[in-house]
């Protein structure tokens, strides 16, 4: 990350964000404690964010950021961005898959079928998933699900978006660190439509259902291959 580039975007952020109309100021924006206030951290706290003495702040404490600042969906990427420059961490190579596990998917090819990671990543998919999932260039169904385009293509988002946020919970849960990564990240992109989610799961994700992917009605089976990997093939069956 550039040289405190994250406490000088907060700051921008704050003396650009409308005050209340309390009289004359001398500072423009907010004030840090009124943005303190709003996002429910210490005033000590922000001012070490702004000044880059801490540089780790938690997901949760971005978002109510976020939120006080009343970001936009591209400033919270941004804001992610700049927390995942200051990492030094290279993302893993991608899983190498079976042949078998391949030659089982191309059985599936009239399906819209995909092998996922225990994160939600499509590691393999027929032309069928590709052509009505709706991902376009995305690789992770679950960031796709909180992603602005997501509810017009899911008519049941709400059903989705729950069962998304459970099924990373769960890969979290067992010490997937994709998963975990990617629910800081969900955390601060999507704010409380996820974390409310993720933070409130009571139950194991479903591994079969039905969903509806814009005009499409689909039955869903999950079947887990053997294997350190714990991939998982999902198939997706029109319903007439």
């Not at 679950?142 to 069962?163: G, I, M, T």
Request: glycine fraction near 6%.
């Amino acid at each position: 990350m550039a040289d405190n580039a994250l406490g000088r975007f907060l700051r921008a952020r704050r003396e650009a964000t409308t005050p209340p109309a309390t009289g004359r100021r001398r500072t423009p924006g907010l004030r840090r404690g009124e943005l303190a206030d709003r996002a429910g951290i210490s005033v000590e706290y922000l001012t070490r964010l702004e000044r880059g003495t801490d540089r780790s702040p938690s997901g949760q404490v971005l978002s109510a950021l976020a939120d006080a600042l009343a970001m936009t969906a591209d400033e919270r990427v941004h804001l992610y961005r700049l927390i995942k420059a200051g990492t030094t961490c290279s993302p893993p190579p991608p899983p190498q898959l079976r042949p078998t596990v391949k030659a089982m998917l191309a059985t599936l090819e009239a399906a819209a079928a995909a092998v996922l990671s225990p994160s939600g990543d499509v590691l393999a998919s027929t032309a069928r998933f590709h052509e009505i999932s709706g991902l376009e260039d995305e690789r992770n169904l679950v960031r796709f699900a909180f992603s602005p385009r997501a509810k017009a293509h899911y008519p049941d988002w709400d059903q989705v978006a729950n069962d998304r946020a459970a099924t990373l919970r769960a890969a979290a849960d067992l010490g997937d660190h994709s998963a975990a990564a990617l629910a800081f990240e969900l955390s601060v992109t999507a704010g409380a439509a996820f974390s409310d989610r993720y933070d409130t799961v009571a139950s194991l994700p479903p591994a079969f259902g039905t969903e509806r992917w814009g005009p499409h009605l689909l039955a869903y089976e999950t079947l887990w291959f053997a294997g350190e990997g714990e991939h998982r093939l999902v198939a997706y069956f029109s319903q007439h």
